[in-house]
T-cell receptor, first 113, second 113 residues
């Protein structure tokens, strides 16, 4: 079992602290993506990676950082530079080529107090 | 660039009513088209897809037909249930977007008993 795992489901942090969100997959897909979703809003792409040791900025990369050291893992760090970090964060995976769908994890809800 | 426009929500229906959620797109060439569903507090699930003109995607009683002439991919269901209450996202992938998906803003559907 498994598929795409995001942990934890809920995360609380104090303002000014960095926090790292986990995303792991066992679907053997090449590409991984991080999205941010605010209440009642659509999805905005933060970062994506199509191959190990390489990643690209999405539309709202400021205040975030990522790494892709293993095919199975794509952690997202929300830094203290991110002005409004409270949101629902979704990880997705896919083949990494045009015309194909992405598959989403269950999400992590981050609340910064 | 690519864009997806969904009908504005929220949409409220009674159980067993007919559902249509409109989706139109702008893209070069022949994109692949997708509908995703998001239940409260969860990630997105792929509901159905179509990869070429006149294709009909279907799943769980939902259908959508890829209409190249009207650049549309409207989601329909003949008889909705309370359990269909969720947010529905239309999305596309094309050669020009690489592995990225372009999403609509989402349409909130509430089905009352």
């Amino acid at each position: 079992d498994g598929g795409i795992t995001q942990s934890p489901k809920y995360l609380f942090r104090k303002e000014g602290q960095n926090v790292t969100l986990s995303c792991e997959q066992n679907l053997n897909h090449d590409a991984m993506y991080w999205y941010r979703q605010d209440p009642g809003q659509g999805l905005r792409l933060i970062y994506y990676s199509q191959i190990v040791n390489d990643f690209q900025k999405g539309d709202i990369a400021e205040g975030y950082s990522v790494s892709r050291e293993k095919k199975e893992s794509f952690p997202l760090t929300v830094t203290s530079a991110q002005k409004n970090p409270t949101a629902f964060y979704l990880c997705a995976v896919g083949p990494g080529t045009s015309y194909n769908e992405q598959f989403f994890g269950p999400g992590t809800r981050l609340t910064v107090l | 660039g690519n864009s997806v426009t969904q009908m504005e929500g929220p949409v409220t229906l009674s159980e067993e009513a007919f559902l249509t959620i409109n989706c139109t797109y702008t893209a070069t060439g022949y994109p692949s088209l997708f509908w995703y569903v998001q239940y409260p507090g969860e990630g997105l699930q792929l509901l159905l897809k179509a990869t070429k003109a006149d294709d009909k995607g279907s799943n769980k009683g939902f259908e959508a037909t890829y209409r190249k002439e009207t650049t549309s991919f409207h989601l329909e269901k003949g008889s909705v249930q309370v359990s269909d209450s969720a947010v529905y996202f239309c999305a596309l992938s094309s050669e020009t977007s690489g592995s990225r998906l372009t999403f609509g803003e989402g349409t909130q559907l509430t089905v009352n008993p």
